[in-house]
């Protein structure tokens, strides 16, 4: 299985859903700056553009990180970190070529998507983005 | 919980910030930002100050739902009291602000004195300083929001600023914050103006913590799924936005035009929610795109263009982008009340509007009044500089150009609608109760609404109990707008549940689906405390009536809860509503009733103590 988030921009209407159930669900917070995935409005163009890890099969993260805190999940294709392990080296944030390992704020360390890991429901944004511009596809059926 | 319980004293004269707790025993009895922020108004501030002066008090308020996952929770409200009523004025906004500054960490700013220069407020979480603000002053709201982010290396940050209306003293002046984004009413702006305040630009990167996390997403998410099913949330106002009342309200006998003389414009349908959609012959569509503000699901925001071949935008680059486009009230007033059915002239008025920092409604129904003043002979073309008639575009660019710079009779028009029909002799062409002009709704055609109108605390006003819900969509139960009966009940019961909903934090758009039983599960998710159905309604009329105590000591009498003698005596000319006039008298004393207050308006000491005040 390979899944991934997928993002339809035009649909997206920038109203940050998305970011505050992410941060919600995975922080008991709701927190813009801790979400894994983020809207980048283009104001001026009318554009609103979400972006987060898209589980690419390379995962250069998984391979630049030195303490092996990022860890394939077999069943999603998710590229799962444990906060345990990371030592916020920021080594992920440079090797990823998408800019999707976020800095967390707080602890110093990285965050980044792992598809709401485990979670039956599904990711969190696809479910709270009113106009379906989050998709959750698998890429393996593609 | 999802307080920050921590709120900012700003005292410009010294030019001091000072961290304080937030009052949570108010909190408790007011919800937030409407509510507490009128409470401390009350509280800290003489109601006969004069508005302008450095004894008046500026809130920035937030509430406890701002900067959730709740849908439409993104909204804060600037309290203070208002230059151009002379009551209390709370204008709400939506935008990323509210839900920037709640993150920071602050549930309030106050302001207070005046600064010696022209300065603006700085806010990186617990970092906050006032910082000279020479190189903005004088510019619109379009060049300082982007020069401030600029000069601190942030587009993340949010910014609410005055444009050249709130600096000039435009009595109507607006906070305009995430460039189209108002908080609009009452001239909140020119109080920001008066105290030398240009901007408050916020990061917040703390976030807002709810009592019950895991309860509070299931109780928002039920909520959101109920907005996503109605027709008018889920539907009408995404497809169409506000500007969907423009055929429907038209049809209805009840669209104010030229000021008021008639109650239906033949161009309705050309400035209508449906025109904004159309493909003109050269391919040029005025709607971009939806919009949504922070958090909400609704996203009627219209985001327009202007067509660029247009006159009023032809040699001008700088307006030929995408902007905030036309709400339905705007619409009106820029439209169907001064008679210009030019959709493209209207986007364009509306752009200059948000760019100088006034409030289009009371600007277009103040140029509507002077229209009026000139085709009567009351003011002349040589006063003007112009011709000003009824459906003129190219006059209300020019006049709307020129109030928002504070320049030649554009200082007239600054003044408001009834101080300048007053200042022209013709006081009865002002369109105004308390001083604030009408929104889009004639009362003669939607009797219900002349009660709101008559009674609002913050004068004329659709957004403090909207019974066109009721009187016109059927919600949450259909009743013949042309009837007085029952209005009275009614009224109270907008007005109450409005109160409710502008102090949590949410937006009164909710309200098409949402009463106060699917909101109240949200709030208690969210703070600390029991709130039941009954008791936030019994905060919403705690607030009404501190409000009122407020207007009466600061001198508005109940004298004032009437409509202009032309809608009390002059029959609507067409429509469903021919022949009727506003038929106050037959509501107000009921109203009084049901508030319980006594035939003089004034809250009797048992309703007062009912409500802990």
Known sequence: MAKSLNFIIEKCTGCHQCELACSGMNDGIFNQDLSRIRIFMLTEEGKNVPYACIQCEEAWCMHACPVEAIKLNRDTGAKVLSDAVCVGCKVCTIACPYGTVMYHPSSGKVVKCDLCDGDEDGPACVASCPTSAIEFIDLSAA | ?613
């Open chain 2, 1 to 613: 919980m999802s307080w920050a319980k921590r709120s900012l004293r700003v005292n410009l004269s010294a030019g001091t910030c000072t961290e304080e707790p937030t009052n949570m025993e108010w909190a408790a009895q007011y919800l937030g930002q409407r509510g507490l922020a009128t409470k401390y108004l009350t509280e800290e501030v003489d109601p006969k100050v004069d508005p302008l002066s450095p004894e008046n008090k500026l809130i920035i308020a937030t509430g406890p739902l701002t900067g959730t996952n709740a849908s439409t929770a993104g909204r804060w409200s600037v309290i203070t009291k208002s230059p151009l009523t002379g009551a209390v004025a709370c204008s709400n906004s939506g935008g990323f602000f509210g839900g920037e500054l709640k993150n920071a960490g602050w549930d309030m700013i106050i302001f207070e004195g005046k600064s010696p220069k022209p300065v603006y407020l700085h806010i990186n979480n617990d970092k906050t300083e006032l910082l000279p603000a020479d190189d903005y002053w004088g510019k619109t709201v379009w060049e300082t929001e982007p020069a401030i982010k600029e000069k601190h290396g942030d587009p993340n940050m949010k910014v609410a600023s005055i444009g050249g209306a709130g600096e000039s003293g435009v009595l109507y002046a607006a906070v305009v914050n995430d460039m189209d984004r108002a908080a609009g009413r009452s001239g909140v702006g020119a109080v920001m103006g008066s105290k030398n305040l240009k901007a408050i630009g916020v990061r917040g990167t703390k976030g807002v913590q709810v009592r019950d996390p895991r309860a509070f997403m299931k109780a928002t998410n039920e909520g959101k799924k109920i907005l996503e099913e109605n027709e008018v949330t889920g539907t009408g106002l995404p497809t169409y936005g506000t500007n969907v009342l423009m055929n429907v309200i038209n049809e209805t006998g009840a669209l104010p035009t030229h000021n008021f003389r008639e109650v239906q414009f033949q161009d309705a349908s050309k400035i209508s929610g449906e025109a904004m959609h159309e493909e003109g012959p050269d391919g040029h569509k005025n709607l971009v795109r939806n919009g949504a503000c922070f958090a909400c699901t609704i996203q009627c925001q219209r985001v327009s263009k202007v067509n660029p071949n247009h006159w009023t935008v032809k040699d001008k680059p700088q307006y030929q982008g995408e902007s905030g486009g036309l709400e339905y009230e705007n619409a009106w007033s820029l439209g169907a009340d001064t008679g210009v059915g030019d959709l493209d002239a209207v986007t364009f008025t509306n752009f200059l509007c948000n760019e100088h920092g006034m409030d289009p409604i009371s600007h277009g129904a103040t140029v509507a009044a002077a229209m009026e003043l000139f085709e009567e002979g009351a003011i002349t073309e040589e006063q003007v500089g112009f011709s000003l008639k009824f459906g003129d575009a190219e006059a209300l660019v020019k006049i709307t150009e020129m109030t928002g710079k504070g320049v030649g009779f554009g200082k007239d028009i600054g003044m408001g609608s009834k101080r300048l029909c007053e200042k022209y002799g013709r006081p009865e062409f002002s369109m105004t109760v308390k001083g604030q002009e009408f929104p889009a709704y004639d009362p003669r055609g939607i009797q219900g609404m002349g009660l709101a109108y008559a009674t609002s605390n913050r004068g004329a006003c659709h957004l403090r109990g909207y019974t066109v819900s009721s009187e016109i969509f059927g919600i949450p139960e259909k009743s013949d707008p042309q009837v007085t009966e029952g209005k009275a009940g009614l009224v109270k019961a907008f007005q109450d549940a409005t109160a409710v909903v502008d102090s949590v934090g949410l937006c009164v758009f909710t309200t098409f689906a949402w009463g106060m039983p699917e909101i109240q599960p949200q709030i208690q998710a969210a703070v600390e405390g029991e709130y039941s159905v009954d008791e936030l309604l019994k905060i919403g009329e705690r607030i009404w009536n501190l409000e009122r105590q407020f207007n009466l000591a600061a001198g508005v009498s109940p004298s004032e809860d009437t409509l202009p003698k032309r809608l009390l005596t002059e029959g609507a000319k067409s429509g469903p509503s021919q022949g009727k006039v506003a038929m106050l008298d037959q509501m107000l004393p009921a109203y009084y009733e049901a508030r319980g207050w006594g035939k003089d308006g004034i809250p009797t000491s048992e309703t007062l103590s009912r409500l802990g005040l």
